[in-house]
């Protein structure tokens, strides 16, 4: 069964604290993203990579930022947290040959910032 | 600019049949998607079209015309566990999704 697992479900974390959101597949996907979703919104995407090593930046990538090393790994960072990151957040996989684009998505972790 | 709508919420019957329309605009167009995300859950597949028509998967169908701007997702025989936010999307590069807000459905017995 494919699965992509995010670390954490829910972390509460202070204003300024670092924190990590980690990402695995195990479906040796290419694409890996994170979005992060919130009450009356659309997911919107913070930043992809398409390529160990490659990012992008999304919609809103300010206040973040990511770290692809190995291909079945991306990693959110959020340097310095602030309250308006109170969010969830969802990580998603797709394949480069897939016709469709299918996005296989993690969990979500929800992060407090107090 | 870039606009996907789709009402915020729908109710619906057990056993019944409900529509969820998505309309949208995008500057580029490369098919569109409908996800299902149960509360706390993460948002899995139902549909692709990218060409005009619809595509049948069960008791779920999904419907696209592209010249309207236009995708409603059809739900059949509805049952307790169809309770769920739908989402429709628009691929509108090679990795771009722009995203609805979801429609929340729910199904009363």
């Known amino acids: 069964d494919v699965k992509v697992t995010q670390s954490s479900r829910y972390l509460v974390k202070r204003t300024g604290e670092k924190v990590f959101l980690e990402c695995v597949q195990d479906?040796?996907?290419?694409?890996m993203f994170w979005y992060r979703q919130d009450p009356g919104l659309g997911l919107r995407l913070i930043y992809f990579s398409y390529d160990v090593k490659m990012k992008e930046k999304g919609d809103i990538p300010e206040g973040y930022s990511v770290s692809r090393e190995k291909k079945e790994r991306f990693s959110l960072i959020l340097e310095s947290a602030s309250t308006n990151q109170t969010s969830m957040y969802l990580c998603a996989s797709s394949s480069g040959q897939q016709d469709t684009g299918e996005l296989f998505f993690g969990e979500g972790s929800r992060l407090t910032v107090l | 600019g870039q606009n996907i709508d789709q009402p915020t919420e729908m109710t619906a019957t057990e056993g019944a049949i409900v529509q969820i329309n998505c309309t949208y605009q995008t500057s580029g167009f490369n098919g569109l998607f409908w996800y299902q995300q149960h509360a706390g859950e993460a948002p899995t597949f139902l549909s692709y079209n990218v060409l005009d028509g619809l595509e049948e998967k069960g008791r779920f169908s999904s419907f696209l015309s592209r010249s309207k701007g236009y995708s409603y997702l059809l739900l059949k025989e509805l049952q307790m566990k169809d309770s769920a936010s739908y989402l429709c999307?628009?691929?509108?590069?090679?990795?771009?999704?722009?995203w609805g807000a979801g429609t929340k459905l729910i199904i009363k017995p």
């Open positions: 479906m040796d996907h290419e694409n």
């Open positions: 999307a628009v691929l509108e590069g090679n990795y771009q999704l722009i």
